[in-house]
């Protein structure tokens, strides 16, 4: 089904359709690319089939991406990345993230339309097919719902869920957590078959990728990654680390403890099969574990574990056992 309009709507202390500030906001997209942003609250992304983006300071977050990159960087906070078959990228200092919600959770849901979902102070859904919406809703719930085009939607301080098959999809929520689901589509949040970016400063992250690669950073937090079928490059000052790779060549570096990884102050675990994983986790524990793919982890200040099997590993440790 195509409508191909725009909707636009803003409405305070109401229910609205297509805006919603401290309110739950339901959104939907078809065939479009969604963007979510939540700081300040936990974040899960889920997005088979697409490229994901997810920034969430101060919030837990967690990633899960078939098939595509998947980058995690969390400092603060702990972080769980799991990839099969895509990289992923996941950020998240100080906090657990889920894409990025502020001050409450988000749910969106996007289906082959571009879709960006931002809800400070109150729940968002957002519902988007194929056509271009933009809400804005403060002080009240919104239900946006559009066919055939892109969908704005803003919500600070409110939990934010995006889900997005077929697009790509950006999901950025400060202070609340986020959802991001997204099938055959690049997503920025949620992608199955796609690069992944969750960035979660002050909160756990968790990303999940299967056959690409990914790569976790977490300050200050713990962080867990796991990789099917990819290289995982593990980085955790002050932490301990625990590494384990199958069928794959290891690097471990750390200085002043040891460690798997690298994870300053926050424990990490990750696990990576047939794709390229990188975790960074400054002060915090760290354990990666890969199957059939290089693992390189760095860990300065914190004790480090790396267990490989039918693989080379390189373990490098200054100041720590």
């Not at 960006?116 to 988007?128: D, E, F, K, L, R």
């Not at 934010?160 to 957590?177: F, K, L």
């Not at 390229?276 to 400054?282: E, F, H, L």
């Amino acid at each position: 089904m195509r409508f191909n309009k725009g909707v636009a709507s803003t409405a305070s202390n109401g229910p609205v359709t297509s805006t919603a500030s401290n309110g739950p906001v339901p959104s939907t997209t078809s065939n479009g690319p969604v963007p979510s942003t939540t700081p300040n609250g936990p974040v899960t992304s889920t997005t088979p089939n697409g490229p994901v983006t997810s920034t969430t300071p101060n919030g837990p977050v967690t990633s899960t991406t078939s098939n595509s990159p998947v980058t995690s960087t969390t400092p603060n906070g702990p972080v769980t990345s799991t990839t099969s078959n895509s990289p992923v990228t996941s950020t998240t200092p100080n906090g657990p993230v889920t894409s990025t919600t502020s001050n409450s959770p988000v749910t969106s849901t996007t289906s082959n339309s571009p879709v960006t979902s931002t809800t400070p102070n109150g729940p968002v859904t957002s519902t988007t097919s194929n056509s271009t919406v933009t809400s804005t809703n403060p002080h009240g719930p919104v239900t946006s719902t559009t066919s055939n085009s892109p969908v704005t939607s803003t919500t600070p301080n409110s939990p934010v869920t995006s889900t997005t098959p077929n697009g790509p999809v950006t999901s950025t929520t400060p202070n609340g957590p986020v959802t991001s689901t997204t099938s055959n589509s690049p997503v920025t949040s949620t992608t199955p078959n796609g690069p992944v970016t969750s960035t979660t400063p002050n909160g756990p992250v968790t990303s999940t990728t299967s056959n690409s690669p990914v790569t976790s950073t977490t300050p200050n937090s713990p962080v867990t990654s796991t990789t099917p079928n990819g290289p995982v490059t593990s980085t955790t000052p002050n932490g301990p680390v625990t590494s384990t790779t199958s069928n794959g060549p290891v690097t471990s570096t750390t200085p002043n403890g040891p460690v798997p990884s690298t994870t300053p102050n926050g424990p990490v675990t990750s696990t990576t099969s047939n794709g390229p994983v990188t975790s960074t986790t400054p002060n915090g524990p760290v354990t990666s574990t890969a199957s059939n793919s290089p693992v390189t982890s760095t860990t300065p200040n914190g004790p480090v574990t790396s267990t490989t099997s039918n693989s080379p590993v390189t373990s490098t440790t200054s100041n720590s056992p």
